[in-house]
T-cell receptor, first 114, second 113 residues
Framework: SAVISQKPSRDICQRGTSLTIQCQVD?????MFWYRQQPGQSLTLIAT?????????ESGFVIDKFPISRPNLTFSTLTVSNMSPEDSSIYLC???????????FGDGTRLSIL | GEDVEQSLFLSVREGDSSVINCTYT??????LYWYKQEPGAGLQLLTY?????DMKQDQRLTVLLNKKDKHLSLRIADTQTGDSAIYFC?????????????FGKGTKLSVKP
């Protein structure tokens, strides 16, 4: 199964700043996803990171707030822009080698905004 | 919209069996998953079942799928204190983004010594 590394593992940020989260997979995968887990809640899909093209965003999430890059089949970044306290969450990257294989998750990035 | 429901809490004694239940709404789901989240950690894939199967067993874990009732369960035999965690049921929903997982709210399993 794919091994996924996320950086940073946690951060405390000031209101109005931006943070970029990196996700590295140890093998080439077809699909990569970004999820948000708000405190005490379940996971919500933010977007599908498409290699070589713009990410596909779910309802309620926009590119200006959560720009995503995916330059190759093993790496993706998520930026949380112009942060406010409501953005305090765990952000998780997942990878799916092919459509008929399960998604595996990184350990997440715990983000707190003051 | 698509929905996955689970009870929020389960408490068992060490050595007993735990059964965590889940219901889902999308009859076209192809895969159903169980993930485990320990405090401060990400999600660990425990097991998954393809929708044309009724049961899958993997060591202490048994997954039962009743497709007619859209009911999924995870049984953990001989539950240990290290099994204390939040367990998420998820269905793979292909009606929207390819591979989109719809998660339940998670069941917090507490194992008492």
């Amino acid at each position: 199964s794919a091994v996924i590394s996320q950086k940073p593992s946690r951060d405390i940020c000031q209101r109005g700043t931006s943070l970029t989260i990196q996700c590295q997979v140890d093998s080439q995968v077809t699909m990569m996803f970004w999820y948000r887990q708000q405190p005490g809640q379940s996971l919500t899909l933010i977007a599908t990171a498409n290699q070589g093209s713009e990410a596909t965003y779910e309802s309620g999430f926009v590119i200006d707030k959560f720009p995503i890059s995916r330059p190759n089949l093993t790496f993706s970044t998520l930026t949380v822009s112009n942060m406010s306290p409501e953005d305090s969450s765990i952000y998780l990257c997942s990878a799916q080698p092919t459509w008929d294989q399960p998604q595996h998750f990184g350990d997440g990035t715990r983000l707190s905004i003051l | 919209g698509e929905d996955v429901e689970q009870s929020l809490f389960l408490s068992v004694r060490e050595g007993d069996s735990s059964v965590i239940n889940c219901t889902y709404t999308d009859s076209s789901s192809t895969y159903l998953y169980w993930y485990k989240q320990e405090p401060g950690a990400g999600l660990q894939l425990l097991t998954y079942i393809f929708s044309n199967m009724d049961m899958k067993q993997d060591q202490r874990l048994t997954v039962l799928l009743n497709k007619k009732d859209k009911h999924l369960s995870l049984r953990i035999a001989d539950t240990q204190t290290g099994d204390s965690a939040i367990y998420f049921c998820a269905e793979a929903y292909y009606g929207g983004s390819q591979g989109n997982l719809i998660f339940g709210k998670g069941t917090k399993l507490s194992v008492k010594p």
